[in-house]
């Protein structure tokens, strides 16, 4: 399951976000088979760990892959990590009533805890053991949220019956479009020009995200690349689509029935009163979910609730802290040092994380009060502006081995630069509300954020071709299982930059290793070193046919003909499921 603390929080129109939510899920069923069948055996074939480091490999020199690092890292905080500290802070707050910051260390204290411990590892366990936990959960407060307000046909004629007791503002009366639920609140293709979310922008954009997030993102593909063999990994693909499709019904129309039994705080209007229930003047959805918990929900389950919420919180935290840090000591730290220890890249990507934690932190206010105080739509727009170039790279990497480097770096610049001029703006004129609405010109900030991605995306695409073919093209001899129509070949591939690999670092002499091995780390050091992960185990020293042979197995996509069959009906299946839900729901 895609455990983003946006899954536990809801919007002011509700079912807005329930054909998003609906629309997201049905994507995903999509875009995790494209991941399992087609992206994933060309990362694996290339034998990478990071998605930087596969596009080096693809395009040679070191600027993309620099490049992508850090823009990855810094869509990290500006999306993941700063809004999943801030649901998570949200609802401790609204649980137990601490201090905004005080419920933010303590959650980073857990989460961090185990992170820096544990590693990979520690964070697949929690994240199989946290799934579990939420999917229980979730239905638990769903039974108990239908029960409150009646049953189905209930909860859609009361929905649209939800409006806030207080709809004035100064001495006028506020419009009803900003506190009534919308006519078309119960249709997932709304009007390509007035819809809050149009229908082109929910289909062709989200497509777009959905792309960047589930096919290329290191949280999402790190997971996919520690899998044992490719039957695994199509397996785990399968299952979180399926998984994917309980959202909306376990956590958004949950969300939905918080604003009929609460209107007055969830869908408040009024700056002030908002300001009061939580925190914020452009409005209290965000808070939706975590009400209905700590209002509807008995004593005991209650405890299960935050419990599940909290997981929920760390096992996306957990995932994005490891990723980052993967990404910043294999990908810029050794470019900074370039012969590390493993001792000095742990210690690196420790101090990372933390540093990571500071700046994602002081970007919260930031994220309380943009895309009027929703969550969902703050992620969103940004991913919007930054996402579209990144999943056109690799698009096209992939599928067309004729796109070269210089095509693909100028992509990436032109499609940033785009992006960036569109989110800088938007922030610098603020978002506001419907009742306090921003003075951005509409040149800037009226076209809807996912049309902005799909726009970008198309110039993107054209500028990294258009470049590719005024260039000279990469030989195939560096593309061997590469890209898509190369990815069986047996040939012998030459990477572009074999020639600029560091050397192997000399080994020490017989007398140093001695001496390090006389040695012994008194007790505080052990608990330090084990605490840091720094506890070194040397293995044996493997000859070169040991290592050619495991080089071999690690990038083997072979499966076992049973297995393959039964992954591939499955994910027969889950596409047939996606198609089905489209033609219901629309």
Request: proline share 5%; charged share 15%; hydrophobic share 45%.
């Amino acid at each position: 399951m895609d455990n983003n603390a946006l899954g536990l929080l809801a919007s002011l129109d509700g079912v807005t976000l329930q054909h998003r939510g609906l629309h997201e899920g049905t994507q995903a069923l999509i875009f995790v088979v494209v991941l399992g069948w087609l992206f994933v055996p060309i990362y694996i074939k290339a034998g990478v760990v990071t998605m930087p480091e596969y596009l080096r490999k693809r395009f040679g020199g070191k600027r993309i892959q620099i490049y992508l690092s850090v823009l990855s890292v810094l869509i990290y905080i500006f999306t993941k990590i700063s809004a999943d500290i801030f649901s998570g802070a949200v609802f401790i707050q609204l649980a137990i009533g601490l201090n905004l910051y005080v419920a933010i260390i303590i959650l980073l204290a857990i989460t961090a805890l185990y992170t820096i411990t544990g590693g990979l590892a520690a964070v697949i366990y929690t994240d199989t053991l946290q799934t579990l936990i939420m999917v229980v959960g979730s239905f638990v407060l769903m039974g108990f949220a239908f029960a409150e307000v009646g049953g189905y046909e209930a909860f859609m004629r009361k929905y649209m019956e939800a409006i806030p007791s207080n709809i004035t503002y100064g001495n006028s009366t506020i419009s009803p479009e900003c506190y009534a639920p919308r006519e078309d609140s119960f249709h997932i293709f709304r009007d390509p020009v007035t819809g809050d979310l149009p229908w082109p922008g929910l289909v062709l954009g989200l497509s777009i995200l959905a792309l960047w997030y589930w096919c290329t993102d290191q949280v999402i593909v790190q997971r996919c690349l520690s899998g044992k063999n490719m039957s695994h990994v199509k397996a785990g693909c399968v299952l979180c689509g399926y998984l994917k499709l309980l959202p909306m019904f376990i956590i958004v129309m949950p969300g939905m029935i918080s604003r009929i039994l609460y209107p007055d705080v969830v869908a408040c209007v009024v700056p002030e009163i908002c300001e009061q229930h939580c925190g914020a003047a452009v409005g209290c959805t965000n808070i939706a979910y975590p009400k209905m918990v700590v209002e509807l929900m008995p004593n005991g389950l209650r405890g299960l609730m935050l419990s599940v919420m909290l997981a929920s919180l760390m096992s996306s935290l957990t995932s994005i802290f490891n990723s980052a840090s993967t990404l910043f000591t294999m990908d810029i730290y050794t470019k900074i040092r370039s012969q590390p220890s493993e001792k000095e890249l742990m210690l690196a990507g420790r101090a990372f994380m933390v540093a990571l934690i500071g700046i994602s932190i002081a970007w919260v206010p930031v994220v309380q009060s943009a895309q009027s105080g929703q969550l969902f739509d703050y992620i969103q727009s940004v991913t919007s502006y930054l996402g579209p170039p990144i999943g056109a790279v690799f698009l096209l990497g992939i599928f067309c081995k004729r796109v070269n480097e210089q095509g693909a770096f100028w992509g990436l610049m032109v499609g940033l630069l785009c992006g960036l001029s569109r989110m800088i703006a938007e922030f610098a004129y603020g978002t506001g509300s419907c009742v306090l609405p921003s003075k951005c010109p509409f040149i800037i900030c009226g076209i809807h954020y996912l049309y902005f991605a799909l726009i970008l995306f198309g110039v993107s695409i054209i500028v990294i071709l258009a470049v590719s073919f005024m260039t000279e093209p990469i030989p195939d001899i560096h593309l061997y299982r590469l890209c898509w129509s190369l990815r069986n070949s047996q040939e012998e591939r030459i990477d572009l930059d074999a020639g600029e690999e560091p050397e192997p670092a000399a080994e020490k002499d017989e007398e140093s290793v001695n001496e390090e091995s006389e040695e012994k780390p008194g007790c505080c050091r052990k608990a330090y070193n084990w605490f840091c992960g720094l506890e070194q185990q040397k293995g044996p020293k493997l000859s070169k046919e040991e290592e050619e042979a495991l080089k071999r197995k690690l990038t083997d996509t072979s499966e076992v003909p049973l297995w393959r069959n039964v992954v591939n009906i499955n994910g027969i299946i889950l596409l047939t499921v996606a198609v089905f839900c489209h033609a219901y729901f629309a």
